[in-house]
């Protein structure tokens, strides 16, 4: 299940990386090219880690990842959910999500990172 996760994520973001930079290019500012730009950006970078974590939990099943794969995945819906409405020109208050899901995704690092410590004993 996770690794299909990770897959469709990644999916995702090359749908939504292409669509802004051939579908926005001649409609959206700059700014909002920017959020999407950003969003998409941060989308590749946790869906990969997403990618990881899976692997992860495939190479030690016993090794804990539900936690942080369940974090860091709201923290892309919030974060880069947020941008890419914005990018679009929607309501520019749903920036104020978009540290949320930034804070989703620091915790499910640092999930991680403490049940590396744990695991390690």
């Known amino acids: 299940m996770w690794l299909a996760i990770s897959a469709i994520n990644l999916a995702i973001a090359v749908i939504l990386g292409a669509f802004g930079a ?5 409609t959206a500012s ?3 090219l920017n959020w999407w730009h950003t969003s998409t950006e941060y989308f590749f970078y ?4 997403l990618l990881a974590l899976s692997i992860l939990a495939k190479a030690i099943p016993l090794f804990p990842i539900k936690s942080s794969f369940i974090l860091i995945q709201i923290g892309i819906i919030f974060f880069c959910g947020s941008l890419y409405v914005m ?7 749903l920036g104020a999500i978009t540290p949320i899901g930034g804070a989703f995704m620091i ?3 640092l999930t ?10």
Do not use: V
Request: positive net charge.
């Open 22 to 26: 051939h579908g926005l290019k001649n």
């Open 30 to 32: 700059l700014e909002q």
């Open 46 to 49: 946790h869906a990969l880690g």
């Open 87 to 93: 990018g679009l020109g929607l309501p520019r208050i």
């Open 107 to 109: 915790l499910g690092w």
């Open 112 to 121: 991680l990172a403490w049940n590396a410590f744990r695991f390690s004993k």
